[in-house]
């Protein structure tokens, strides 16, 4: 099915944001980046776009090069075509989200003001002028994590390099089947927390006062996360999902979590669940038993508790910040015996905050 025909001011919209009409076929940007036209449509739907005509124009020149860009990738050993269309797929996911989220709100400061609504020509010339300022924006940050990143794995390295443990190669390389690092796997602590009572909660607010609740949660975890040492990897309307280095981190970041809903006005208790254990990362997500364990230890704690499993408590074994008390096993989704441990602070802050 090919896409409307848009009009003018439309046509105005797109050569700002694509930097250009759509003019090329499939078979145009296919022949134009050296692909199979096949592959353009796995690529395409991957980045999450409804499917179009085989002759219809709805490509650009950009498409193209964004194509050639992935096969240099490719050519360059740094990624093959499964992953690349993994990578598009990622990119799609966090990128639409991040676009509709400002679409929106250029749209909400285009209307703030009363009368009729701005038009096409009018959101095309605003796109224009603070276009350069999102992408300027956008490309720090992203440099920003990418530093980040960079320098945990050279430290990662260093310190298997100390302990006799250097990494292996990946498969394909001699054979020799890839380490858990080169997987993407890891040790490392996964943490939920989500508002109790949030569904009833909603029931009582209008759509003003339930943005301004999800504001604020947002807010509250993700400085908590980033104060602590953490990330967050997503959060999930009432919920956030989080992963630390060590479980002490993940511990305090829990807890912290715990005493800064309590003492914040009109927002609900919060319960946490931690677990430690072997983390598969990919693209931005995290998956496995770990992960696992951790959603279900939240679904079963009480309000303003935090719940590990037997290996988190392990790990903070002798810590005097901490206290643990292991509870009984109870049956949940996928596990017929989790055996709960409740942690609590050991001692309080200055300022009675639990540390």
Same mark, same amino acid.
């Given at each position: 099915?090919?896409?409307?025909?848009?009009?003018?001011?439309?046509?105005?919209?797109? !050569?700002? *944001?694509?930097?250009?009409?759509?003019? $090329?076929?499939?078979?145009?940007? @296919? #022949? +134009?980046?050296? %692909?199979?036209? =096949?592959?353009?449509?796995?690529?395409?739907?991957?980045?999450?776009?409804?499917?179009?005509?085989?002759?219809?124009?709805?490509?650009?020149?950009?498409?193209?090069?964004?194509?050639?860009?992935?096969?240099?990738?490719?050519?360059?050993?740094?990624?093959?075509?499964?992953?690349?269309?993994?990578?598009?797929?990622?990119?799609?996911?966090?990128?639409?989200?991040?676009?509709?989220?400002?679409?929106?709100?250029?749209?909400?400061?285009?209307?703030?003001?009363?009368?009729?609504?701005?038009?096409?020509?009018?959101?095309?010339?605003?796109?224009?002028?603070?276009?350069?300022?999102? !992408?300027? *924006?956008?490309?720090?940050?992203?440099? $920003?994590?990418?530093?980040?990143? @960079? #320098? +945990?794995?050279? %430290?990662?390295? =260093?310190?298997?390099?100390?302990?006799?443990?250097?990494?292996?190669?990946?498969?394909?390389?001699?054979?020799?089947?890839?380490?858990?690092?080169?997987?993407?796997?890891?040790?490392?602590?996964?943490?939920?927390?989500?508002?109790?009572?949030?569904?009833?909660?909603?029931?009582?607010?209008?759509?003003?006062?339930?943005?301004?609740?999800?504001?604020?949660?947002?807010?509250?975890?993700?400085?908590?996360?980033?104060?602590?040492?953490?990330?967050?990897?997503?959060?999930?309307?009432?919920?956030?999902?989080?992963?630390?280095?060590?479980?002490?981190?993940?511990?305090?970041?829990?807890?912290? *979590?715990?005493?800064?809903?309590?003492?914040?006005?009109?927002?609900?208790?919060?319960?946490?669940?931690?677990?430690?254990?072997?983390?598969?990362?990919?693209?931005?997500?995290?998956?496995?038993?770990?992960?696992?364990?951790?959603?279900?230890?939240?679904?079963?704690?009480?309000?303003?508790?935090?719940?590990?499993?037997?290996?988190?408590?392990?790990?903070?074994?002798?810590?005097?910040?901490?206290?643990?008390?292991?509870?009984?096993?109870?049956?949940?989704?996928?596990?017929?015996?989790?055996?709960?441990?409740?942690?609590?602070?050991?001692?309080?802050?200055?300022?009675?905050?639990?540390?």
């Amino acid at each position: 099915m090919a896409p409307s025909a848009p009009d003018e001011a439309g046509r105005a919209i797109e !050569e700002v *944001l694509l930097g250009g009409r759509r003019v $090329r076929t499939r078979q145009d940007i @296919a #022949e +134009r980046a050296g %692909v199979a036209p =096949e592959r353009t449509v796995e690529i395409w739907h991957a980045l999450g776009f409804p499917e179009v005509d085989d002759d219809a124009r709805a490509f650009t020149d950009a498409d193209a090069e964004a194509l050639r860009a992935g096969e240099r990738l490719i050519a360059a050993g740094l990624i093959t075509e499964a992953s690349e269309t993994l990578m598009a797929r990622a990119l799609g996911h966090h990128l639409s989200r991040l676009a509709e989220w400002q679409v929106h709100t250029l749209w909400v400061w285009m209307n703030r003001d009363a009368g009729a609504p701005p038009g096409a020509a009018a959101l095309a010339e605003h796109a224009a002028a603070l276009l350069p300022e999102m !992408e300027l *924006l956008q490309r720090h940050v992203w440099r $920003r994590h990418l530093a980040a990143y @960079a #320098e +945990r794995m050279l %430290v990662d390295a =260093e310190e298997a390099a100390r302990a006799g443990n250097p990494p292996r190669p990946a498969e394909g390389k001699g054979g020799t089947e890839p380490s858990r690092e080169a997987a993407g796997v890891r040790e490392r602590a996964v943490g939920f927390t989500d508002m109790v009572g949030y569904t009833r909660l909603t029931r009582g607010l209008d759509n003003a006062e339930l943005v301004r609740v999800l504001d604020r949660f947002e807010s509250l975890t993700g400085d908590t996360v980033a104060e602590g040492g953490g990330q967050v990897v997503k959060t999930i309307g009432d919920e956030v999902l989080f992963v630390c280095d060590t479980a002490g981190a993940a511990a305090d970041i829990a807890l912290e *979590l715990t005493a800064r809903a309590e003492a914040e006005q009109g927002l609900p208790q919060v319960r946490s669940g931690l677990a430690h254990g072997a983390v598969l990362s990919r693209f931005g997500d995290v998956y496995g038993a770990t992960v696992n364990v951790a959603a279900r230890l939240t679904a079963v704690a009480r309000p303003g508790t935090v719940l590990v499993d037997t290996a988190f408590a392990g790990e903070l074994a002798g810590a005097a910040a901490y206290t643990l008390r292991a509870l009984r096993p109870v049956s949940v989704r996928g596990y017929s015996r989790l055996r709960p441990v409740l942690l609590r602070a050991a001692r309080q802050r200055a300022g009675g905050r639990a540390a």
